[in-house]
């Protein structure tokens, strides 16, 4: 007699029946890639949270998240991605690399004063496709950001690199940072295509709601969206205060908006090592010595 596939017992005699199983379903490369990014509600920051995604002309990843994450980027021929110098690991042979001053003679010079290099490194795919690899110089994440026609404001050491569309331009950020010792300028990157920014420690995100205002240390900034107001400010009202507050410069934001904070501090943690240094003061010929 005839058996109903979706019977798990034989009516007659009680026998379990064994079904061959059946192989999962993988859905198509091209339909996994055209997913919805999943992002929270009201957020300006469009994260893929798979880690991965596709501009024009190139894919990325990005491997060994957390403490010492690896942004990889997959160029089609002729295809580039921007990067600040230095910010390469490896690359395929064919791939050629250009540095260029970004904004002229006076953009490099504003990139200068900001703290960052005066040049801009290129990476084109020649003669087939090929590969970038790009990481910080300290340990952290690294978080792929795909831009949609948008503006955010980005801590100058955490701009990592982004699609060669993008418009980054270096900003002044306030007269009382400089007097904080916490940087200057912030770059301002606008536009549309993949944006890579880097974090000491892990990136935390924090969106306000409209009127509401929130503190931020300078040193745990990432990026904010551009139009967010802020004014910078010591963290404890008058100088003794702040001193024994132990906390320096502050950012206070006003909703509504998206900002990114970095949950480690490299100054404070640079501070922390510092005792365990040698100094050049110390007595004895042996030993290391280390300039200030």
Request: charged fraction near 15%; aromatic fraction near 10%; hydrophobic fraction near 40%.
């Given at each position: 007699?005839?058996v109903n596939p979706d019977a798990k017992f034989c009516g007659s005699?009680?026998?379990?029946?064994?079904?061959?199983?059946?192989?999962?379903?993988?859905?198509?490369?091209?339909?996994?890639?055209?997913?919805?990014?999943?992002?929270?509600?009201?957020?300006?920051?469009?994260?893929?949270?798979?880690?991965?995604?596709?501009?024009?002309?190139?894919?990325?990843?990005?491997?060994?998240?957390g403490s010492f994450a690896l942004a990889v980027v997959n160029l089609?021929?002729?295809?580039?991605?921007?990067?600040?110098?230095?910010?390469?690991?490896?690359?395929?042979?064919?791939?050629?690399?250009?540095?260029?001053?970004?904004?002229?003679?006076?953009?490099?010079?504003?990139?200068?004063?900001?703290?960052?290099?005066?040049?801009?490194?290129?990476?084109?795919?020649?003669?087939?496709?090929?590969?970038?690899?790009?990481?910080?110089?300290?340990?952290?994440?690294?978080?792929?950001?795909?831009?949609?026609?948008?503006?955010?404001?980005?801590?100058?050491?955490?701009?990592?690199?982004?699609?060669?569309?993008?418009?980054?331009?270096?900003?002044?950020?306030?007269?009382?940072?400089?007097?904080?010792?916490?940087?200057?300028?912030?770059?301002?990157?606008?536009?549309?295509?993949?944006?890579?920014?880097?974090?000491?420690?892990?990136?935390?995100?924090?969106?306000?709601?409209?009127?509401?205002?929130?503190?931020?240390?300078?040193?745990?900034?990432?990026?904010?969206?551009?139009?967010?107001?802020?004014?910078?400010?010591?963290?404890?009202?008058?100088?003794?205060?702040?001193?024994?507050?132990?906390?320096?410069?502050v950012a206070e934001f006003s909703g509504p908006g998206e900002i990114?904070?970095?949950?480690?501090?490299?100054?404070?943690?640079?501070?922390?090592?510092?005792?365990?240094?040698?100094?050049?003061?110390?007595?004895?010929?042996?030993?290391?010595?280390?300039?200030?």
């Amino acid at each position: 007699m005839p058996v109903n596939p979706d019977a798990k017992f034989c009516g007659s005699c009680g026998f379990t029946i064994q079904t061959a199983a059946q192989p999962a379903q993988v859905p198509p490369a091209a339909a996994y890639q055209q997913q919805p990014r999943q992002t929270p509600a009201g957020g300006a920051f469009h994260f893929d949270q798979d880690g991965r995604g596709q501009g024009r002309g190139y894919t990325w990843r990005i491997e060994h998240p957390g403490s010492f994450a690896l942004a990889v980027v997959n160029l089609s021929p002729e295809q580039s991605i921007s990067a600040e110098a230095g910010a390469m690991v490896s690359m395929s042979a064919n791939v050629e690399l250009q540095s260029e001053m970004k904004g002229g003679v006076f953009g490099a010079l504003k990139r200068a004063v900001g703290g960052e290099s005066a040049f801009v490194s290129t990476f084109t795919s020649r003669g087939g496709p090929g590969e970038v690899t790009f990481a910080p110089g300290a340990p952290g994440d690294v978080a792929g950001i795909e831009m949609s026609n948008q503006t955010f404001m980005v801590q100058s050491s955490s701009y990592l690199a982004g699609d060669t569309s993008l418009v980054v331009d270096t900003k002044f950020g306030g007269a009382r940072s400089f007097f904080g010792g916490e940087g200057l300028f912030v770059l301002s990157v606008s536009g549309s295509g993949l944006l890579l920014v880097s974090s000491f420690g892990a990136i935390h995100r924090k969106t306000l709601a409209p009127g509401e205002r929130y503190v931020i240390d300078t040193g745990h900034l990432v990026a904010w969206e551009g139009h967010m107001q802020y004014n910078l400010r010591k963290a404890a009202s008058g100088f003794f205060k702040s001193f024994l507050s132990g906390e320096g410069m502050v950012a206070e934001f006003s909703g509504p908006g998206e900002i990114l904070i970095q949950t480690r501090n490299l100054a404070a943690f640079a501070g922390l090592l510092k005792p365990f240094f040698p100094s050049q003061g110390g007595g004895g010929g042996g030993g290391f010595s280390f300039g200030s």
